[in-house]
């Protein structure tokens, strides 16, 4: 009896010893690269999928590697993508009277495109940082920098194009507000209309509002690389 129970424990310890030691590095490794390389690198896009805590424990230790990627992208959505977002919504008036009555506040939403950038540098001078410091083997370091470079490289460089048309249409609406201003007297809005006697300053108003219209297609088109670089097409 004695004998069968020492058996049984042994059997058990082993069996405990083999479950700890079922998933070796290599094992955790090789999950993690299979990871990046069907649900990530093939994916169109820049979207981050959320592997469940399974597939997190199964990456072991380079669960930690994947966060590099995701805290990126929880910093650039609450600093940069959100408000962004929010400011193209709100900021861009929607006609001429708007552009003459909301000149603070679109001077206001400009400056925060500034601050924008600021935080997209902080949050992937972060990442870097981050990535820097990792121990990658070689068959992981090749797969990981490519998974680095399509969701937060790329993603970078396309918003880093996005700030100066952006800064420039905004800085066009400002100069017509600020033409409209210096000559109120001689502007008479009508509904969404202006009209101006004077030909000289209507000519001036003209090429304002030409500017204007161009700077904000420029805006668009970079704002339609983003997309499509976010979700991919």
């Known amino acids: 009896m004695a004998g069968r129970l020492l058996t049984l424990l042994t059997c ?14 290599a094992d ?8 990046l390389q069907t649900e990530v690198l093939p994916k ?5 999928p959320q592997p469940n805590a399974e597939k997190l424990t199964s990456f072991g230790d380079y669960a930690g590697h ?3 990627i995701t805290r990126f992208h929880e910093r650039m959505n609450a600093s940069v993508a959100n408000p962004m977002q929010d400011a193209m919504s709100k900021g861009m008036p929607r006609s001429i009277e708007e552009v003459a009555t909301r000149k603070a506040d679109i001077a206001a939403v400009r400056a925060g495109f500034v601050k924008m950038r600021d935080a997209l540098d902080r949050s992937v001078a972060t990442a870097d940082a981050e990535r820097d410091a990792l121990k990658q083997p070689a068959d992981l370091a090749s797969v990981y920098a490519a998974t680095y ?15 100066p048309p952006t800064d420039d249409a905004f800085g066009a609406v400002l ?6 201003d210096a000559n109120r007297p001689a502007i008479r809005f009508n509904g969404a209309q202006m009209e101006i006697n004077n030909i000289a300053l209507r000519t001036k108003m003209q090429t304002a509002m030409t500017a ?3 700077k904000q297609r420029a805006m668009i088109e970079a704002q339609q690389k983003l997309r499509r670089m976010v979700y991919g097409g």
């Open 12 to 25: 058990l310890l082993v069996g405990l010893l083999l479950a700890a030691c079922g998933q070796s590095e």
């Open 28 to 35: 955790q490794r090789q999950a993690f690269i299979a990871f």
């Open 44 to 48: 169109p896009g820049a979207r981050v």
């Open 66 to 68: 994947y966060a590099v």
């Open 149 to 163: 470079d399509k969701l937060v490289a790329q993603p970078v460089a396309t918003f880093r194009e996005i700030f």
């Open 175 to 180: 100069e017509l507000a600020e033409l409209i």
């Open 212 to 214: 204007m219209t161009s």
